[in-house]
Nanobody, 124 residues
Framework: QVQLVESGGGLVQAGGSLRLSCAASGRTFSSDAMGWFRQAPGKEREFVAAANWNGSSTRYVDSVKGRFTISRDNAKNTVYLQMNSLKPEDTAVYYC?????????????????WGQGTQVTVSS
């Protein structure tokens, strides 16, 4: 059974940092694109960051550029999202996803596997 399990969410003050992790199991994801998305209450799920199969190429939504960093450790089948200088508008449930494609993927419909999400709350 393929699973993606996120961890590392929580409550943090504005300006603080969190590091999200996404551990994959059930298949090898080392040749897959990986991504992070988020969904705030009443809003659609939005793209946050993506990495290609080996992490050599990354892409971010403009609102997090310079603050968030996506990385991956294929030996551990894990992808990370380092979030710095957090803002209240970053509050959302964060999801990791995997796509059976080696390049960069930024659209939800192209991802094949999803985690259950982890809550990130940033207080002002």
């Amino acid at each position: 059974q393929v699973q993606l399990v996120e961890s590392g969410g929580g409550l943090v003050q504005a300006g603080g940092s969190l590091r999200l992790s996404c551990a994959a199991s059930g298949r090898t994801f080392s040749s897959d694109a990986m991504g992070w998305f988020r969904q705030a209450p009443g809003k659609e799920r939005e793209f946050v960051a993506a990495a290609n199969w080996n992490g050599s190429s990354t892409r971010y939504v403009d609102s997090v550029k310079g603050r968030f960093t996506i990385s991956r450790d294929n030996a551990k089948n894990t992808v990370y999202l380092q979030m710095n200088s957090l803002k209240p508008e970053d509050t959302a449930v964060y999801y990791c996803a995997a796509a059976k494609f080696s390049g960069l993927v930024t659209t939800t419909t192209r991802y094949d596997y999803w985690g259950q999400g982890t809550q990130v709350t940033v207080s002002s």
